[in-house]
Every structure is written in C-alpha cells, then in structure tokens.
C-alpha cells in the first residue's frame, strides 16, 4: 500500500501548505472555480478540481426534476402498478413510496452537505464507517452505485425507446412489433444522450433549465385533456378498489408486489451529489435541490397518477394494450384522436429521452469518481478528464457501451425492462441502505459529525431509522417476479445479475482492489 503510505504523510500536512494548496485552487480557470467552501471541501477530500462548475441552484434543481421525471415515468410504467394492485393500489402505494424517499433523500442530503463529492455513497461510507471496514464497504457500494446507474441509464433509454415503437403500433396496424427494433431504437437514443453529454456538454445546465420549463408545462398539457376529453371515474372505484390480474394470492399480496411501479419514478434522489463537483457553492445547494426536488416531482407526479386513474375507463383494455403502455391507449380513448395523441405521446418520449440524458450524465460522472479512486479495471482511462471537454469522455462512452448492450436482453425477453430496472433499483436501494446505516452507526455511537451547512439536529436518529426500514423492505420487494409461480421467462433474474456482480467485484477485490483502492477516506486531510 505505497500510495496509503504516502497520503498518511499527506494529511499531516502544515496551515501553511494548506493555504498554497487553496491558493493553487484561486488561480484554476474561472469556469472551474467554486466558492470558498467548495475550494476547503476538495482540499478536505484530497480531490483534484477537473470538472466546471456550472450549475447553479435552479440548474441543479431541473437536471434532478428531468432525471428523475417522476410524472412522466410514473405513466410509463403504470401498467406494472395496474397489474398488481389496480388504480388504488397504484395510487396509494406511490403516496406511501414518495413519502418514504423524503425520508431517505433528506438523510442523504445531510450527508452530501458534509461531504459533496461525485462518489456519493461509495465516499460517505468510507468516512463513516468503523474503520476497520472502511475499505472493503466502500468498495463495494462503489461496484453497485455503478451497477445502478449504468443499469438505470439502460432502462430508460429502454423506455423512451420502446414508447416509440408503441406510437408506430398505434398509428400503423400493419406494423409488427418486432423486439429487435425496439433494441435499435434504443441504441439512438442512447447515442443521442452521449451527443449532448459530450458535443454540448458546456450547454447542459442551460438545456436542463429550458427542459425543466417544458417538463412543468408538459404535466399541464397533458393533465387538462385527460380531465376535459377523458371518461370520468367513480372515485370511490378509483380509490379503494384494488385489483389483481396477475394470480397472486390476494389482492393486498399483488399491491405490494406492484410497488416497483412507485419506485421507479421516485428514485434516483442522489442525482444531485454525483454532479456535485460541478456545483457552485455545493454544500448548501445540494441538501436543498435533493429535497425539493424530490417533493415536487413527487406532488406532479401523484397528481397525474389520480387523473391517469380517474380517466383510465376499461382497466382491462388498458393493461391489455398491443402498444405495451396503458398511457398510450388511455390518451388515444380520450381524445379518440391520433394527431392528439401522437402530441401528447411525444411529449412524455421527449421528456424521457431528455431523462436518459441527465442519468448519463450521473452514471458516467459515479464511474468517473470510483475509477478516479481505482475501484474498477481500467481506472486510468475511465478517469481521464480530456483538457479541452472538461468531462469524463470515457466514461460517458462506456455507459454508452453498457445502454447497448444490456438492451440486447429485450431481444430474447419480453420481460427485460423489468428485469434491467429490477437490477438497478436493487443495487442503489443497496447504497442507500449501507451508507445511512453508517450515519445510525454514527450517531449511536456518539461520535461527532462533519461539519456541513445542512444538519438534521434531534430529527436525524430517528429519520435514519425510518429511511432504514422503509428501504429494506423495498430491496426485498425489487427481486420479486410480477407473478406467482413464475416459468423461466418470466422470473426475474435481476437477483442473478445482482450476485453475479457482487461476486465479481469481490474476485477483483481479492486479485487486485485490496493492493490499488485505499478508499476515500485514505485522501482525506485531517487538519485544517
């Protein structure tokens, strides 16, 4: 461990190399520079400045609103919260889920205002666990934060992808829908997220903060023809009817299996912390778009999940659709229109196009970081920063690699959206779970914490418990098939390709990460 040797002298550093050190952060180029605090927070970190720093709060605030883009993914993947539950069951158990992440993503935010860095939670559990397992957990969040978000940069490209080729199912009754070419479709626009992420990447916080415009207004242009055009709901029906179409035991049984429809639109709160070298005064700023953005995007997308179920008309219709997307057929029977339609099925494609473009910018900023601190082969080349980009190119160029790739599944399986999504939700549940787990540790223990301009105070303990609880029950859920009895095409193998990743990355662990990744916190400077 020569480098371990000589980061210990490192952090013994004097106040005077201290003050030349920041004073080498005063004369980066303008574009790179931050506040005073982010400068101090780098240097803490022991972290190099490579990135720009343009995002600003309201930014930062519409890159998590796009990526997560809670209502238009909630109508994309709807039908799975159809199937098991029905229109109550996909109303309440999305409250339940977006009321549990505040908790969740308010616990993280605390621990992106102590330390905001592009690792995220592979970093946090490296400063906050017991120290002898620093290493070995932090090293295997970072293998999963990886696995999530490369996963997560699949399925929606997936998504936006097959949406399209549901439109040409539509519009075209002689079409067949071939598998192959929803595969292809998703390899443009996966190539279309690598294009803004590269070519445009100076333009990116502007493009975010003009999507965001059309994201807000987009909700409105698509509720007001539901509400006007569509068929009107009992509302007793709509929320206290739950139903089951997929053979579970009970109806309570398949609403709690649906629960990965609630997911999905509510995840990926810690967006935010893996840009947050690319944000200005980043310790304050993050906590705040973490938490907003998470309960806007929350309400917009309730809101459109009760009108989605007040104007669905015939469930059976829907959830049967030779589109593969109930919304589809749900705004098709309510303008009885295909103009009106294709316009508002083009809306939520875009916006979720524009969604895989911000979860590229995430995944490949999460590699960049865990290839920066040697947690993956190839780390020198998939954390090289070119001079004139000032973005991690190789890394935006393997998630386009891995989108690809891991599309191909669709090609042999019907199922493989929910397989892939599977994969990611499981994997990031997990970082969230060990790195405030960490926190809990922590605060038991009674040890202080870092200091950060977002503190939780009395209501941090018992905010972590609840997010801990409220996260393992949903990691149990993500491994669960959509039916009971499932034959082998329709069992959900992400529990597969979760293990074999875990097992591969401890093969790497043992051959060669012991000997090359210190952690984190081995760069952290522990005087001031």
Request: with cysteine; proline share 5%.
């Amino acid at each position: 461990m020569e480098q371990s040797k000589e980061l210990d002298v490192d952090v013994r550093r004097s106040p005077s190399s201290h003050d030349a050190e920041l004073a080498d952060f005063d004369a980066l180029p303008q574009e790179k520079k931050g506040t005073k605090e982010d400068q101090q927070n780098m240097w803490r970190m022991g972290k190099v400045q490579e990135l720009r720093r343009n995002f600003r709060f309201i930014t930062m605030f519409g890159f998590s609103m796009i990526l997560m883009a809670t209502w238009e993914v909630a109508l994309g993947v709807s039908t799975i919260g159809l199937l098991n539950g029905g229109t109550a069951g996909l109303i309440w158990m999305f409250f339940i889920t977006w009321m549990g992440f505040l908790a969740v993503n308010t616990s993280m935010a605390e621990m992106g205002s102590m330390a905001p860095t592009s690792g995220g939670q592979y970093h946090w559990v490296s400063e906050f666990a017991p120290r002898e397992h620093q290493q070995f957990l932090s090293y295997v969040i970072g293998w999963l934060c990886v696995l999530a978000w490369q996963a997560s940069a699949a399925a929606t490209s997936f998504m936006a992808g097959t949406m399209i080729q549901g439109l040409l199912v539509l519009n075209y009754p002689g079409y067949v829908f071939e598998r192959w070419h929803g595969t292809l479709l998703v390899f443009a626009v996966a190539g279309f997220a690598v294009l803004f992420n590269t070519v445009l990447a100076k333009k990116l916080p502007l493009i975010e903060g003009v999507v965001l415009v059309i994201h807000l207004f987009g909700f409105f242009a698509i509720l007001v023809p539901l509400w006007v055009l569509g068929p009107r709901g009992d509302a007793r029906t709509v929320f206290t009817e739950f139903s089951n179409f997929t053979g579970w035991n009970s109806a309570g049984t398949a609403t709690i299996v649906g629960v990965l429809g609630a997911i999905l639109p509510l995840l990926g709160g810690d967006a935010p912390v893996h840009l947050s070298e690319e944000l200005r005064d980043a310790s304050a700023t993050l906590p705040k778009t973490m938490i907003f953005s998470t309960f806007a995007n929350g309400l917009l997308g309730w809101i459109m999940i009760i009108s989605f179920c007040f104007c669905l008309g015939d469930l059976t219709a829907a959830i049967s659709t030779p589109t593969g997307y109930a919304f589809i057929e749900v705004f098709y029977n309510a303008t009885g229109s295909y103009a009106g339609t294709n316009a508002m099925c083009s809306l939520v494609i875009f916006m979720s196009i524009f969604c895989n473009l911000s979860i590229v910018a995430t995944a490949s900023r999460q590699l960049y970081s865990f290839a920066r601190d040697q947690g993956v082969p190839f780390s020198k080349w998939l954390s090289y920063v070119p001079p004139r980009w000032d973005v991690p190119l190789p890394a935006i160029l393997f998630s386009f690699i891995v989108s690809c790739l891991l599309s191909l599944i669709n090609i042999g399986s019907t199922i493989a959206f929910n397989i892939i999504n599977s994969i990611s939700v499981a994997a990031l549940l997990s970082s969230y779970m060990v790195s405030i787990g960490c926190i809990i540790a922590k605060r038991l223990r009674g040890e202080p914490m870092l200091p950060s301009k977002f503190v939780l105070g009395k209501w941090g303990l018992p905010l972590n418990i609840v997010s801990m609880v409220f996260l393992a029950f949903l990691f149990v859920m993500s491994f669960w098939p959509t039916g009971p009895r499932p034959n082998a095409a329709g069992m959900n193998w992400s529990i597969l390709v979760y293990g074999v990743i875990i097992v591969v990355s401890l093969i790497y662990f043992y051959f060669r990460g012991r000997h090359v990744y210190a952690g984190p916190v081995e760069y952290v400077r522990k005087s001031a």
